[in-house]
């Protein structure tokens, strides 16, 4: 499975919310149509720039669901995919949110290096391979050492891809072109 069939740009959308902090999901909704009508071909809700680690669970599901029926595959107008944002500090924890999340329709997972832990490769290897095993919902790791103090070596992906075809695309923002090098070199072109 090609990430291109994710589109060649993808958006990762911002979540407005309302002066009292609440989620506005109407906004939302009306962005994500906003960002398809100009040339997004995915969007990425819930990641970084969506504010994804400040909101509760239950609004990440439901905001999820709404971009998903306003432009995913439910949606009435132009149709995109629609990502994710599943990952939390916790293995046991991301598989049971990316099961909640599987329900709201959505195309594929971006799932971050666990944060705060700093975990090793091995532990790298085993996290997101214990989530991949978990669904066949499309994963695409997020590599983001700047927030979790570590980053995921492209001999780990390589490890990765090679025993799990689901996982399909890393989000790369280490900053770091000689990694990107690599991982262009070690992965497979798709």
Same mark, same amino acid.
């Given at each position: ?80 995919? =629609?990502? *994710?944002? &599943? $990952?939390?500090?916790?293995?046991? /924890? %991301? #598989?049971?949110? +990316? ?44 590599? =983001?050492? *700047?927030? &979790? $103090?570590?980053?995921?070596?492209? /001999? %780990? #992906?390589?490890? +990765? ?30």
């Amino acid at each position: 499975m090609a990430i291109a069939k994710f589109g060649r740009v993808i958006t990762a959308m911002i979540t407005p919310f309302k002066e009292n902090g609440d989620v506005n999901y109407e906004g939302a909704s009306s962005l994500s149509k906003y960002l398809v009508n100009h040339g997004s071909e995915g969007i990425l809700v819930g990641g970084t720039t969506g504010e994804g680690a400040t909101m509760s669970s239950e609004e990440k599901l439901k905001l999820y669901k709404m971009i998903v029926d306003a432009v995913g595959k439910n949606g009435t107008e132009k149709r995109v995919s =629609v990502i *994710g944002n &599943v $990952g939390t500090i916790g293995t046991k /924890e %991301t #598989i049971e949110f +990316l099961k909640e999340a599987e329900k709201t329709g959505i195309d594929a997972a971006l799932v971050i290096v666990p944060f705060y832990v700093k975990p090793t490769q091995e532990g790298m290897y085993q996290h997101f391979k214990a989530i991949a095993e978990s669904t066949e919902l499309p994963i695409i790791l997020y590599n =983001v050492p *700047g927030r &979790v $103090g570590v980053s995921i070596q492209p /001999e %780990t #992906i390589k490890r +990765l891809t090679d025993v799990c075809p689901n996982i399909v695309g890393v989000k790369d923002a280490a900053g770091n072109w000689d990694q990107v090098t690599k991982e262009k070199i070690l992965l497979p072109d798709d």
